[in-house]
């Protein structure tokens, strides 16, 4: 049997510049973080012809080209192998659709255990570059490449997308003393809401390709952002990095109507009140979870857990994808 696992992310500046409608014409950056929270794949061969798969659906088909499931199926045909004699099962410590990049960690994850069953070894880059070909490429998903790179790297990581389509992604450079201080200050909630990303980037997608200068100025800014946030990190600057994730947040809601709402809207308000320097929701916008920077972190995990929201608290993860059983 091989058990995969590959980490979720959290985007901490610059989300939104690695669609392929921005970076193709202006270069993105972002940085983002792999948390201690995993997609876990396990395969291994039966002795039943069919090709058996588990995930929140169960399909047993004589063929991989048979799956309704289209990561899996597309991952399959891109590995070379037709799945008879194989079953596949996926879980996840979180449940897709609440921002944290569940999809791109999931295509790595099944894509690690492909290659290992093929006895194949690939790089990070390598591996990243394979899945967002799935997504993107195969599947016409309207998103960006960082879900897969942030999973396949690992770490807190600086991810720059360049106009050929080429991603270079380097580490941080942070003391161990400002990781653990970000680590600490750093506090999640569940918004109990869960959402497809699609349609949020698709309005972004498209109004960025039709040259929509609102859009495209605020993705400036954002990306503007991201690099101050990068040197803010590195200088061990927290508080005022906490600072611009609230300006990013206001910046980031003005990109789709679709990306907050009141409820979401109050939270924030009453965490900024209690303790929060800064924050903003994970992912595409719309639901998921809300993280902040507070200073005063118990204050804050008080006020937010009164209102019934659930926190999960997390660590940064610098593994990456990475088989942990064969």
């Given at each position: 049997?091989?058990?995969?696992?590959?980490?979720?992310?959290?985007?901490?500046?610059?989300?939104?510049?690695?669609?392929?409608?921005?970076?193709?014409?202006?270069?993105?950056?972002?940085?983002?973080?792999?948390?201690?929270?995993?997609?876990?794949?396990?395969?291994?061969?039966?002795?039943?012809?069919?090709?058996?798969?588990?995930?929140?659906?169960?399909?047993?088909?004589?063929?991989?080209?048979?799956?309704?499931?289209?990561?899996?199926?597309?991952?399959?045909?891109?590995?070379?192998?037709?799945?008879?004699?194989?079953?596949?099962?996926?879980?996840?410590?979180?449940?897709?659709?609440?921002?944290?990049?569940?999809?791109?960690?999931?295509?790595?994850?099944?894509?690690?255990?492909?290659?290992?069953?093929?006895?194949?070894?690939?790089?990070?880059?390598?591996?990243?570059?394979?899945?967002?070909?799935?997504?993107?490429?195969?599947l016409g998903e309207p998103i960006g490449k960082q879900d897969q790179y942030?999973?396949?790297?690992?770490?807190?990581?600086?991810?720059?997308?360049?106009?050929?389509?080429?991603?270079?992604?380097?580490?941080?450079?942070?003391?161990?003393?400002?990781?653990?201080n970000l680590e600490d200050s750093l506090v999640m909630v569940f918004t109990?809401?869960?959402?497809?990303?699609?349609?949020?980037?698709?309005?972004?997608?498209?109004?960025?390709?039709?040259?929509?200068?609102?859009?495209?100025?605020?993705?400036?800014?954002?990306?503007?952002?991201?690099?101050?946030?990068?040197?803010?990190?590195?200088?061990?600057?927290?508080?005022?990095?906490?600072?611009?994730?609230?300006?990013?947040?206001?910046?980031?809601?003005?990109?789709?109507?679709?990306?907050?709402?009141?409820?979401?809207?109050?939270?924030?308000?009453?965490?900024?009140?209690?303790?929060?320097?800064g924050g903003k929701l994970i992912g595409a916008g719309g639901g998921g979870?809300?993280?902040?920077?507070?200073?005063?972190?118990?204050?804050?995990?008080?006020?937010?857990?009164?209102?019934?929201?659930?926190?999960?608290?997390?660590?940064?993860?610098?593994?990456?994808?990475?088989?942990?059983?064969?």
């Amino acid at each position: 049997m091989i058990i995969t696992r590959s980490p979720l992310r959290v985007t901490l500046g610059g989300g939104g510049t690695d669609l392929p409608s921005y970076y193709r014409e202006h270069e993105g950056f972002l940085i983002a973080a792999a948390i201690d929270k995993y997609v876990y794949l396990t395969l291994h061969q039966t002795f039943d012809e069919d090709l058996i798969v588990k995930y929140s659906k169960l399909e047993r088909v004589a063929t991989a080209a048979e799956l309704e499931h289209p990561i899996i199926r597309e991952a399959f045909r891109l590995v070379g192998l037709d799945g008879r004699y194989l079953e596949v099962t996926s879980m996840a410590d979180i449940p897709a659709g609440t921002g944290l990049g569940s999809s791109g960690s999931f295509t790595t994850a099944l894509l690690k255990a492909l290659h290992t069953y093929r006895r194949a070894l690939l790089t990070p880059a390598e591996l990243a570059e394979q899945a967002c070909h799935i997504e993107i490429d195969r599947l016409g998903e309207p998103i960006g490449k960082q879900d897969q790179y942030i999973a396949a790297f690992g770490g807190l990581t600086c991810l720059r997308f360049r106009r050929d389509g080429s991603v270079e992604a380097s580490p941080l450079r942070l003391s161990a003393e400002t990781q653990h201080n970000l680590e600490d200050s750093l506090v999640m909630v569940f918004t109990g809401y869960s959402r497809r990303a699609g349609s949020i980037l698709k309005e972004q997608d498209h109004r960025t390709r039709r040259g929509d200068s609102a859009m495209v100025d605020g993705l400036h800014m954002v990306k503007e952002l991201g690099l101050r946030g990068l040197a803010c990190l590195e200088a061990g600057r927290l508080d005022v990095f906490g600072r611009l994730m609230h300006e990013h947040w206001q910046h980031k809601k003005q990109r789709s109507g679709g990306m907050s709402n009141p409820e979401i809207d109050a939270w924030y308000d009453l965490a900024m009140a209690n303790g929060a320097l800064g924050g903003k929701l994970i992912g595409a916008g719309g639901g998921g979870f809300l993280m902040f920077y507070a200073e005063d972190k118990k204050r804050l995990r008080h006020a937010l857990l009164e209102q019934g929201l659930k926190e999960v608290r997390v660590r940064f993860d610098f593994e990456g994808t990475k088989v942990v059983a064969q």
